[in-house]
């Protein structure tokens, strides 16, 4: 099914082969499922998945607000046992019909034994997985794994940052708009960063060279990484995009993890770019066995603030050398 669903996304523009590529790879080495897997590498977002598997399965997605505030008449109407046996999580009861959030809403069999197991007509919908085990532990206390936990957040991924302090945000962006020079510029990135997160690097990108650059909490400066090999670092560049899940223990981060001291469960790293060209790339985590409580918009919108401060004093280095 996983390839199936694989072909489907490429197929429809979702995502591209080679994206579909670093999902399976990924899946492979750590499980899950591929939309899963999407999500964590930041392919898709995971109401993108909702949306396609929706489509590609001709039933309903379930509406994340209505898992919000489920009742207890009929969150027991399924115990925790058949829950989690059938990955099922039902929301809404009416007369005789239950509806219900499936992992797979194609299972006839499934949705027959629900219908014998509550007495009720059971109407199936389409959940994933990030989404169905949030709500497993929510209403039936079913653990998650860390990583599920870290890409979907504790009470629903991510809080933009609006949320935080607004005048905190107007002085750091003043900060940004009024450097001098690089190393100003990496100061501010650095502090701000660490104020959410326990340990915070930047990597500074030549050619096809990788080098520590700054760093607090952990010590990676002048020390070189490798990025021919498939890595984290190699995969944040190849895609030009970020990564937030658990440090993946595989050949090519095993220098990352010597540094670190082992595989963090949670970490993320983002690229600094400048007109589509990486010149750095940003690591964060909060240790080895820790989750980031930390919205990774407001980590993004450091990132971006960053690279056009780059932009702001190669632009002004330009004008005085005239």
Known sequence: M??????AMVKDGLITKE????????QVIFGGRLGTNLVEIGIIKESELSSFLSKFFNVPAVNPELLVSINNETISCISKEVAEKYKAVPFRKERSRLHVALLDPLSVSSIDELRFITGYDTIPYVITELRLLFALEKYYGTERDLRYIAIFGKEEEGKTSSDRNKEHLAKVKEEFASV????????????????ITSRVAIFLLRENRLTGWKSKGLDIENVDFPINTTSIFSDVINRKSYYRGPLLEIPGNKSLISVLSGAPQDCVMIPLQIRDKIIALLYADNGNASVMDASLNYINTLVTMASLSFE?????????AL
């Open 2 to 7: 996983a390839l199936k669903l694989g072909e």
């Open 19 to 26: 994206q579909l590529r670093l999902g399976l790879e990924r």
């Open 312 to 320: 702001i004093v190669i632009l002004r280095n330009k004008i005085l």
């Open 180 to 195: 001098r020079d690089k190393e100003e510029i990496i100061g501010i990135l650095l502090n701000e960063a660490r104020r």
